[in-house]
């Protein structure tokens, strides 16, 4: 069992329906993938399909292995395009968020 | 990788990238930026005059939550002297308009504006709970018939507070959607409407009974207002709306109407999504090419024969009724059309059937007001210079395209100038108004009334049958 890294993920806009209707969450995931490289915010998002996601429609949060166009990503409040989308390397206690921008009114 | 710094102010760790021009601003950078860019907008389109009573359409959703903000925010940073408020509309769905409405009122309270809220059930004596109780769920139906009772709602909503303008969190998002729809259905003549930052719609407010009408003059009877529409997000990428309530922290509502089956808008929103994915430019590209496309379409509403301002997109009353949610009738048309031949059907068989009575209660248009008298003229200036530092979308545009930056005064405008009906005429058509209710309507019994009277005869599953079978 390898270490693990703590984080604060946080679902906006409507998400959060999926993920048992709780906006924050606190959880860690392993420091490393599968193949041992650092754990980055592409294998959050799949970890977060396998272990969180209470709602079946995961179609909604993730379309073809990546986040659904029109959600988008806050790594530590920035726009995740400026911290390498989903290459970007998780360190501990960072706050990950998701918005979706989809949701009506 | 070391942070980027803000392309503003070089000091703050960047954290928006601009969707329009991959600009990389810090938070509070980009959070005036949009607030320029909104007010470049107001000021460029001389969308308000000073001292003017608008109210906002509060959803309690995310876009008009940050148009109530940023309107409230550049009102006194500019001193525009604008008298706001917020006008929601209550459709009667239980779990999703109650929740969202308390979410408007949170806002009301927090941004210090008044709250008007009208329902259905008082305007029409029918919640849209108990409508599609009547009409059954799962159909197309549902969502027209809301799209029809929202546009008269707003509108009397607005006459009652007498207001005569109201404005729309509809954002750049939502234009290149109905533009890509309108595309679909080959839709041209539809495309004006949607892509104008402005559309003023006539309507005659007289609220009153069909009893009521008979045998009595109309002229004081009827207060005959000039509702505008307008747009002032809608130059705002989605993206950036729902980023500046995050950094904002502005409270709002975000869920889907539960009754909300709208497949065909759904696919338009992923084509626009997957596409702002790959080039986020494509949406203002879009955006642009429906106005410029608006343009080559003769007799369309703004079109080279249409025959008025340029700027003024006309709604012809509300020939192009329909369409649910965030769109507010802008854009649907096939299903209203369908609707609306088989309740011509109905009525020919029918008749002279019994007169139904339709429920609208009788409201006076009072304090309407023009204070263009009073303004002072340093607030006139205000609301007509431009905004240092704006970099605005539409200086980059061709000059020639002046769709939106006409000054708009609608009330000298002729009825001769309504748009003409791109289809054959349904019967009965004629210019003026309902003869049932007084909104402004092509035909003798406006949408919302033949809705009405097709509930009120308890005909079931009406609505239903004619979105799917088609007539
Ligand atoms: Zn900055
Ligand atoms: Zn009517």
């Keep these: 069992m390898s270490s693990t890294i703590p984080l604060a993920v946080e679902f906006t806009g409507g998400l959060e329906l999926l993920f048992s209707n709780q906006r924050k969450h606190q959880i860690s995931v392993p420091s490393s993938d599968s193949k041992g490289a650092p754990s980055n915010v592409g294998y959050l998002v799949k970890w977060l399909c396998e272990n969180l996601i209470k709602d079946p429609r995961k179609e909604m949060f993730v379309l073809d292995h990546s986040v659904r166009p029109g959600i988008l990503v806050l790594i530590n409040d920035a726009d995740w395009e400026l911290e390498g989308e989903d290459k970007y390397e998780l360190q501990a206690n960072d706050e990950i968020v998701f918005v979706s921008t989809l949701h009506g009114g | 990788m070391p942070p980027h710094l803000c392309q503003l102010c070089h000091t703050s760790r960047a954290q928006i990238l601009r969707p329009k021009n991959h600009a990389r ?32 359409g509060a959803s309690g959703g995310k876009d008009s939550t940050v148009l109530a903000s940023v ?83 707003l509108d009397r909503g607005a006459a009652g507070l007498g207001v005569r303008h109201v404005v729309t969190g509809h954002n750049a998002d939502d234009v290149a959607e109905t533009v890509v729809m309108n595309l679909l259905r080959g839709d041209l003549p539809r495309l004006g409407r949607g892509t104008s930052v402005v559309t003023s719609m006539p ?58 089956p709208e497949a065909f808008r759904g696919s338009a929103r992923t084509l626009i999504k997957n596409l702002e994915r790959i080039r986020p ?47 507010n009738g802008e854009d649907a048309g096939g299903e209203m059309a369908q609707m609306e031949r088989k309740l011509q059907q109905d009525e020919q068989a029918e008749e002279d059937g019994t007169e139904t009575e339709i429920k609208i209660p009788t409201k006076a248009v009072n304090g309407q007001r ?41 009330k000298q405008e002729k009825k001769s ?55």
């Excluded at chain 2, 494509?282 to 301002?309: C, F, H, Q, T, Y």
């Design chain 2, 370 to 410: 023009h204070d263009r008298d009073t303004q002072t003229s340093a607030t006139a200036a205000a609301l007509t210079s431009n905004v240092n530092g704006q970099d605005h979308d539409r200086h980059t545009h061709p000059p020639s395209n002046t769709t939106t930056t006409v000054p708009i005064r609608t």
């Design chain 2, 203 to 260: 309507s005659a407010v007289g609220m009153g009974t069909g009893k009521e009408w008979e045998g009595k003059g109309r002229v004081g009877e009827v207060a005959c207002t000039s509702v505008k529409r307008s747009k002032p997000l809608m130059w705002a990428y989605e993206k950036e709306i729902v980023l500046y309530a995050h950094h904002k922290k502005l409270d709002y509502f975000s869920t889907e109407c539960i009754y909300s």
């Design chain 2, 25 to 56: 601003l810090c938070a509070p950078c980009f959070i005036s930026t949009f607030e320029i860019e909104i007010a470049s907008t107001i000021t460029t389109s001389h969308l308000f005059h000073p001292g003017e009573r608008i109210a906002i």
């Design chain 2, 417 to 471: 100038n309504r748009k003409a009906t791109r289809d054959t005429p349904p019967p009965k058509q004629r210019l003026g108004q309902c003869e049932r209710c007084g909104y402004l309507s092509s035909q003798a019994v406006c949408k919302a009334c033949m809705l009405l009277e097709g509930l009120n005869k308890a005909r079931p599953r009406t609505g239903i049958e004619v979105g799917g079978a088609g007539g």
């Design chain 2, 281 to 327: 430019e494509s949406i203002m590209d879009v955006v642009r090419s429906g106005i410029d496309m608006a343009k080559l379409v003769p007799n369309a509403e703004g079109g080279p024969g249409s025959g008025k301002p340029e700027a003024v997109q006309r709604d012809a009353g509300e020939d192009a009724e329909g369409g649910c949610g965030g769109s």
């Design chain 2, 71 to 153: 309107l409230q925010t550049l009102n006194e940073r500019h001193g525009w002297g604008l008298d706001l408020v917020l006008l929601s509309i209550d459709e009667g769905i239980t779990g999703y308009r109650d929740h969202s409405l308390e979410a408007v009122k949170r806002n009301s309270a927090e941004l210090g504006l008044p709250l008007s809220i009208v329902s259905y059930e008082e305007l029409y004596g029918w919640s849209m709970d108990q409508v599609v109780a009547q009409v059954g769920r799962g159909g197309k139906g549902n969502c027209t018939y809301c799209g029809v009772f929202r546009r008269q709602a």
